[in-house]
């Protein structure tokens, strides 16, 4: 990873973005059409964000960033990456659960799993065990993409029988090579004793930028980086999380709870709470002999007051707007991938917009790690054709958001043939197949008030960060050398300009003395 002295500027990143891109093209891509899938080569054509990833990991340094993909890619056609399911693993391995993905660290970086017990070194299966980590990583990279994972390698009860040297230099290399700036920290919990000598062959393998990352821990400092509400009892924490298959393990997203009141579940009771909320518009949007109208999906029940329509408007005035787009299938999703919340008033309020990019009617519903903490409304109804709906988010009493905090957006397409009249909703998400539905996660960014940055500064030296200050940090230190980095070229175009004006008054002192020569003459 590119560190402060070597801070691209935009412009610089754009350059470097396009000459790999053509490198790749004229160097690697000809007559080695069948060497890579091009499903990756057309992603790496198309988005900036992968190739500056490269780069970023290899520090812009682009013949270094060029051999990355061409090892990445190379990998990912031999393990069929971009085709690999759940039905290509064998079900022991997921049945097992020495691998998987569940809960947050204190940076809100998605902790990864490893518990070290559960492997046995056997050469007959190590083959599908690579495809298992592969799978697991490329189905996070999808969901969460630009998001980093904390690794945790569990040997609690582990011995030298667990130790594959082969299967741990595949996980390296993963993070390595194959997937950039994807590990945020590797967290080795409880390693015991008899395992040094392998590690310290391990750390020749991992390089000076991922050695720093590597974290030796025990139960009584590993809640430094991981709080109790993600760590199981035995680790000190509270989690009673009990990984079991199927399904496969993932955030634990929940409804959230309305303005009105919570939503229960996804049963009768969820149904009328839903058909009671939007009755009237959903009637009409569903009228067979009513023409589809482009128009924004309000919640207003029928006889309710201009007034009460003011204060449903209202509601939205105070909500943090989105700037950003993901665009689905289904709805494109404002924001594309956070809601910002603040401690200030103002801050405590985010605004989601929904909008139907289809030709028939989608049913969507809003889902939450957090459901205790946030309001949301709508948080399940449906989209007319080419509309939008506005679904506020806000922070409910006096709790604070946080960075493990996620939501769950949720569609699917309804076809004409649905009827007329109000859909039982949760009747539709019961039977819809899971292959229809879009889904998106938002994650949550906590913005810090002036008077807690400079609280974290005063407290904290600049040398040893606390985890709420470290992006800031890191941000100071770039802005630092970048400042630096443009002091030394004022410097440089400075000292330049001195030489020239002694240059040039040389070259008048030249001048006035030939004039002289030519007039004593």
């Known amino acids: 990873m590119a560190d402060a002295g070597q801070l691209e500027s935009e412009q610089d990143i754009d350059s470097k973005i396009q000459e790999t891109r053509q490198r790749f093209k004229d160097e690697y891509i000809q007559d080695s059409s069948d060497k890579y899938d091009s499903r990756d080569v057309e992603r790496l054509l198309d988005d900036d964000a992968l190739v500056e990833a490269y780069l970023t990991w290899r520090m812009f340094v682009v013949e270094d ?4 993909i061409d090892d990445s890619f190379q990998w990912r056609k031999e393990y069929t990456l971009n085709d690999l399911s759940e039905s290509s693993i064998p079900r022991w391995m997921f049945e097992t659960g020495a691998v998987y993905l569940h809960g947050y660290d204190k940076e809100g970086h998605k902790l990864f799993w490893f518990k070290v017990k559960l492997h046995i070194k056997d050469a007959k299966s190590i083959l599908d ?7 697991w990583l490329e189905r996070y990279a999808k969901r969460e993409p630009g998001m980093p994972l904390t690794v945790i390698f569990d ?30 920290k590797m967290i080795m919990y409880e390693m015991p004793w008899i395992m040094n000598a392998a590690w310290k062959i391990v750390k020749t393998w991992l390089g000076p930028e991922a050695i720093s990352k590597l974290k030796f821990v025990s139960k009584n400092d590993v809640q430094t980086y991981v709080s109790p509400e993600h760590l199981p009892p035995y680790m000190g924490g509270t989690d009673q999380f009990q990984y079991s298959y199927p399904p ?46 482009l128009k924004k999906v309000n919640f207003i029940e029928d006889g309710v ?61 809003v889902r939450t790690t957090a459901p205790e903490k946030y309001r949301v409304k709508p948080s399940s109804s449906t989209c007319e054709p080419g509309a939008s709906v506005d679904i506020v988010v806000s922070l409910h009493g006096g709790y604070q958001a946080s960075p493990q905090d ?4 949720m569609a699917a397409e309804m076809e004409a043939s649905a009827g007329a009249g109000s859909p039982d909703l949760a009747l539709f998400w019961k039977e819809v197949p899971k292959a229809k539905v879009m889904e998106h996660r938002l994650r949550c960014h906590v913005l810090e008030s002036p008077k807690s940055i400079l609280s974290n500064l005063s407290d904290s030296p600049l040398g040893t960060p606390t985890p709420d200050t470290q ?23 400075l000292w330049v300009q001195k030489v020239l004006l002694v240059l040039t008054s040389l070259l008048l002192a030249f001048s006035f003395f030939t004039v002289y020569l030519l007039w004593t003459s």
């Open 305 to 365: 007051k201009q007034d009460d329509s003011d204060r449903a408007d209202n509601r939205l005035k105070g909500a943090r707007r989105p700037l950003t787009t993901f665009k689905g299938s289904l709805l494109h999703v404002s924001p594309s991938e956070e809601l910002s919340f603040g401690s200030r008033d103002t801050e405590k309020k985010c605004l989601v917009i929904l909008h139907n990019v289809t030709k028939d009617h989608v049913a969507f519903k």
């Open 471 to 493: 992006d800031l940090h890191t941000t100071l230190i770039r802005v630092m050398a970048y400042t630096s980095r443009l002091e030394q070229k004022v410097e440089m175009c």
């Open 65 to 68: 960033a060029l051999k990355m």
């Open 406 to 409: 996620r939501f769950l957006v």
């Open 155 to 184: 040997m609690s009860e582990s011995g030298i029988s667990n130790i594959d040297m082969d299967f741990v230099k595949y996980i390296i290399n993963c993070f390595k090579v194959y997937y950039p700036k994807f590990l945020s």
């Open 248 to 293: 496969l393990p993932d955030d634990d997203f929940q409804s959230p709870i309305c303005e009105n009141g919570p939503v229960l579940s996804e049963d009768e009771s969820e149904a009328k709470e839903v058909e009671s909320e939007c009755r009237e518009s959903l009637d009409s949007s569903f009228n067979a002999d009513q023409p589809i109208r």
């Open 129 to 135: 065990k690579k495809k298992y980590v592969a799978f």
